[in-house]
């Protein structure tokens, strides 16, 4: 599976990131990270399985974050 972005930077000069899309839309940035701290914080499952998840995830995919 490739990382390599498949949308242009947001911002120009820069390279592609999710972030520097999030950054252009403040409201859209901040019900993110909320759904997101939900997703982290809530659930079935406990936050270690998450974390081994989310660690194999990034290890699969070659994700650098």
């Known amino acids: 599976m490739s990382t390599r ?4 930077s947001a911002l120009p000069g820069q390279p592609p990131h999710f972030g520097s899309v999030m950054a252009q839309q403040p409201d859209l940035l901040a019900r993110f990270g909320a759904l997101y701290a939900t997703f982290w914080s809530e659930g079935v499952l406990p936050h ?3 974390e081994v998840a989310r660690i194999r995830n990034a ?4 994700c650098g974050f």
């Open 59 to 62: 290890r699969i995919t070659d």
């Open 48 to 50: 270690r399985i998450k």
């Open 5 to 8: 972005p498949r949308v242009s």
